[in-house]
């Protein structure tokens, strides 16, 4: 059973800072890249930030220098810093694994948690 479980989502007020953390299981995580994507209301999902295996970073441009992704392996999580909140960082935050099968790679989703960010 793969299970991408977030936590860490909130209300917080412009300029604050917000850590995501996703907690995975049923595939070998140290193996899988990681990222987090996010869906705001009225917006397709969009792609804020992803880690590699190997522990190569890709960010949004809007989230560059804001935003920092991290993982650890020990503990098969990954990690969303997300400081400077603008009320556009406003959405739903999903936790997603690329990871392999036997037959070829699998992507894996996770619920979600909410982030608001309003004064």
């Known amino acids: 059973q793969v299970q991408l479980v977030e936590s860490g989502g909130g209300l917080v007020q412009p300029g604050e800072s917000l850590r995501l953390s996703c907690a995975a299981s049923?595939?070998?995580?140290?193996?899988?890249?990681m990222s987090w994507y996010r869906q705001a209301l009225g917006k397709e999902r969009e792609l804020v930030a992803g880690i590699s295996n190997v522990g190569a970073t890709n960010y949004a441009d809007s989230v560059k220098g804001r935003f920092t992704i991290s993982r650890d392996n020990a503990k098969n999580t990954v990690y969303l810093q997300m400081n400077s909140l603008k009320p556009e960082d406003t959405a739903v935050y999903y936790c997603n694994a690329l990871y392999y099968r036997s037959y070829g790679k699998v992507v894996s989703w996770g619920q979600g948690t909410q982030v608001t960010v309003s004064s």
């Open positions: 049923g595939f070998t995580f140290s193996r899988a890249s």
